[in-house]
DNA sequence: GTCTATATGTTGATAGAC
DNA sequence: GTCTATCAACATATAGAC
């Protein structure tokens, strides 16, 4: 109301400079935090790993708990997209393998969201927003509809459509969360991207070739 | 060599306060670990949810870490004991059948166990020592053979087995490390037995009822 | 074996010069 | 918008009386 216009709106290049940090403080948080939670992370390293000093870090956001719901507020925006590929109009076999292949690519090209989300259920979503918690019981809802959908129609064998999401869920987690694991299994140092399309048909393989009868 | 009798054997009722406490350390401290990590975890908090004064913490235990390795040592255990009904006589349906059974009875039993490997995992397994690396690559890999072996003699259908290993870990893990999805999922507040048994019918429905042929 | 007190170092967060 | 200096709170770990 008294303010004057220039203090009001920020300048162009000051934008730029805000969101370039913003950017690099969440890059290295997420990957700390995901590999060692929210109290075992600390805000120095989160400052060393983005190239800044601390106090900077307290210049772009108001504590540790506000970087952390930032991140959240993403990771749960890019679960949604992988998501979208169930749809009802959509022959099973199609959609799932979509879904199959595109939560997989998720795993394989953000691994420390996935792991960061991962931790966070650990502790039981704690930081969670209840509309937040709303959103996905909406998501999981909607979807576990579109296969029940399915089976009415006897598109696809009837099984218990939230057990059967689960299982969707686990296998394609697994190779972002616990890629230590998997690497280890397929006895290599890193998964690549070959490993990831063995998984993706496999999973592809198990799971329709069972509950989609042949065409 | 110079010590007295005495010193040297502690007595039983000794023995019995040591084994009681460091058990009350162990299991409150394998429930915080595994909610927020070694480093998110305070010895105060173990010592508060064990009703010991700190100090005494650090009578039965060196420091922190030894805490946590002790508790590694413990999950694999109980990790081979579940692996030990897959053996190369059983016909697949009946091994993998209570392998999945087993998984997911220790999932429910053993869930702060469950989610205490998986925080390990997600922090990339730092705390594992070489043997205890080497050990889950032996079981792995004699595990994938037998699976191997049952797809040579056409006892189920042929697809990776490193993956087809992974997908019952990933399965059957999901139930303990995300039980608060899980429970979001099926609608309810807590997991219940009957939640495991629906779950372990349908995993075992959409892995087998495609993979092993009926008899 | 139990427990209070404390040494020694870190941590989240802020003040305030530039 | 950047950064040094600093603080109060809290952490791990130990000393030493009981």
Known sequence: MTGK???LSKSNSEQRIRARNEAKILK??????SRKGFDGTRIAEIAEASGLPKANVYYYFANKAAI??????GVLTGWDRALEHITPDREPRE??????AAKLDYSRKHAS?????ANEMLRGGKFLSRQQKRHMKEITREYARVIEGWMEEGKIV????NHFLIMLWATTQFYADFSTVAAATVEKKHLTASDFETARSTIVD??????VPPR
Chains 1, 2 share one sequence.
């Open 206 to 211: 198990i799971i329709l070739n069972n509950c």
């Open 5 to 7: 216009k220039t203090k």
């Open 158 to 161: 009837r099984v218990d459509p």
């Open 28 to 33: 290295s948080a997420v990957e700390l935090f």
């Open 68 to 73: 952390y719901t930032r991140l959240i507020e």
């Open 113 to 117: 969201e996935s792991r960061f989300f």
């Open 95 to 100: 959609a799932l393998s979509l879904y199959i």
